[in-house]
Structure formats: structure tokens, C-alpha cells
């Protein structure tokens, strides 16, 4: 029988994930049989989830970062309204999300028994009246998204963590996309910048490790008590994450891709892949197409469905808004000439 082969990325411009860096593929290898999940027994890979959340607090602007490596952001997002819920002394929480934020706080809300609740947007941002006439003494969460899986929008954090505040609810803000481009961007989307409690930042999307490597970032040590269990049998006394048995992998992959690129390589990607966002932007444009964006990488253009139709057929691998946008991701794999190809097909039809 033929041995399966992955994709190739050459024509992927919809994903969020991309090719892992040299240097991560390297490290998830070897890590393969590891599970930080037992730090008891496998000791390194513990050591190296704890530099992992360092570097991940760097990215963010926190100090003292308490956090750990998930199998991805639902993962960290469904921890956050865990957290959120339990520290709460209501019957009956809610969290506030804007209606851009990602399904994964729908799976949360209905695990959880917590009512999410959708705020508007206003140019695909949270909007902050909205959000501060439906907060009540039941709101234990407000989520801002740091880079909208639709448009790559930034909300406005502050705003929103302020309100949080004010309501003593707790503070998320989903960075899962956008948390490896941001620092590198004029946004107010981190720990220094507002009083966030809680962030999910994704070191298998634009961080460029293996999957499956996620990221939860907290204030302080105190949140993920909220989530703590007892585990009598392990070395370790207790479990503050959702799955048991983790990707060492995922950990060791993570590391290895912040240590190569944070913050150069990083930087110099935000810059290449926003280049290459407006590149694209600019050429739909002059085809009379109507863009959102590039806030972040990622773009969103009036292309008729039959046009993704013919061009997915190509092998284009394009996707749709929930409006129906045709929606362009630009990750480090995506190249300026996998561009001008794309651009190319575009014109043949
Ligand atoms: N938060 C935001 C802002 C996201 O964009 C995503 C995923 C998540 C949370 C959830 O992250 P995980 O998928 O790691 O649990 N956004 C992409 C999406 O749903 C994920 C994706 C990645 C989709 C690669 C396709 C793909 O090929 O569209």
C-alpha cells in the first residue's frame, strides 16, 4: 500500500496552523513519548513547559506568568470560562463575548452550564456600549478577541477590561491567533497594556510550533487554583488542565520555536506577512472587489461563492466568512509568489 503523505502548503491560504520551524519539528520529535501531564515522571518536559509559559509571558507582558501549554485555544477557552465560573458566587454565570469571538466559547458555555451572551460589533469590533449595557451582577467573564478568526480584528481591550473590572468579572482576552504578530503592532491587546486576568495564545498558529501546542496564560498562580483537582495515585498531588495525558511534543515543539524566534523572527514574519496581506488587499481591490483588512494578517473580500467554488477546484484551499466573505489567511507559509499564482488563477476566471 502507498504510504500516506500530508498536504502540501503550497496552495493553503485559509489555516491558521502552518509549517512548523526546523527547529520545532526537531524538538516534537523527540519529545514524541513524553507527557508533561505526569511531571513526576518526565521531568524535562515539565521543566520545559514552565519555560514555555515564561516565554509565552514575555510575548505578553507578564511577569511571573502562570499558565501551561493546552492541546490548543478551545482548550485554553473553555479553562478561562472554567475559571471565570468558579471563582463566581452566582447560580446562574454569564459571560459577555462579542459575536466575532471564536465557537469555542459555545462548546464552553454548553459544558460549563454558563449562558454566553453576544455582543455586537461595530466594524467587526466588540463594541464597548454594547457590551457595558449587557454585563449584570450575573457576568463572571468578558472576552475580547486579540485577532478574530474571521477578519483578524483587534477589540478594544482596555475598554472592555475595565468594564470587567468594574463588574468584578474576569478579564480573557483571545490572543490564539493574533498573540505572535501583536507585539509587534500599535495594539493595546496585553497584561501590561490592561487589566487582564486570563489570555489564550497559540504557539501552533502563528508561533510556528508543532501541533498540538496551545497556550493559557493567567495573572497569577490563584486562577489556576480555580481548576485544581486532586490526582491521589501520581507523584504530582493535583491537576489544574482539561485532558490528562498531554502532548510532549507539543511542549518541547513550542519551546524550541520561541527560543529560535522570539522576538526577531517573529518580527520580521509580522512584517512579511503583513506586507503580503496588503499586497493581496491592494490587487482585490483594484479588481473592484470590496477588502476588510489587514488589521493582522488575514483578509476578507467579496469574491462570489462560485468564484472560491472554481478556485478551491484548483486546489486553492480558500474559505468563507460566516457573511460569506472570502477570507485569506496569511501565515508564514504563505509566500509572495503562492500570491501572485493565486491572483493569477484568480484573473483566468
Ligand atoms: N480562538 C481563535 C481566535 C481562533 O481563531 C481559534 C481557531 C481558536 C480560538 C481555537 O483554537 P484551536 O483550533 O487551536 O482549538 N481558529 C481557526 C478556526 O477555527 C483554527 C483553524 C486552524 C482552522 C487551522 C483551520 C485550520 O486549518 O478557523
Redesign the pocket.
Known sequence: MQRAEPQAFERVL????TVPHPAAREAAERFLATNPGDPGTYQTVADLEREAVDILGEVAGLDDPAGYITS???EA?IQAVRIARNRAETDDPNVVVPESA?F?FRKAAEMLGVDIRQVPTTDHRADVDATADIIDDDTVGVVG?A???EYGHVDPIPALADLAEDAGAIMHV?A??GGFFLPFSDFAWDFEDAAIDTM?I?P?KAGQAAVPA?GFLARSTDYLDELTIDTPYLESESQFTLTGTRSGAGVASAVAAMEALWPTGYRDQYHTSMDNAHWLADRLAERGYRVVGPELPLIAADVSLELVNQLRGRGWRVTKTGSGEMRIVCMPHVTRSMLRSFVADLDWY
Not at 14 to 17: G, K, T
Open positions: 485559509s489555516s491558521m496552523c490548543g485555544g478551545t477557552n471564536h469555542s478577541v485577532g478574530t478568526t483571545d490564539a491567533f489564550t497559540d501552533h496551545g
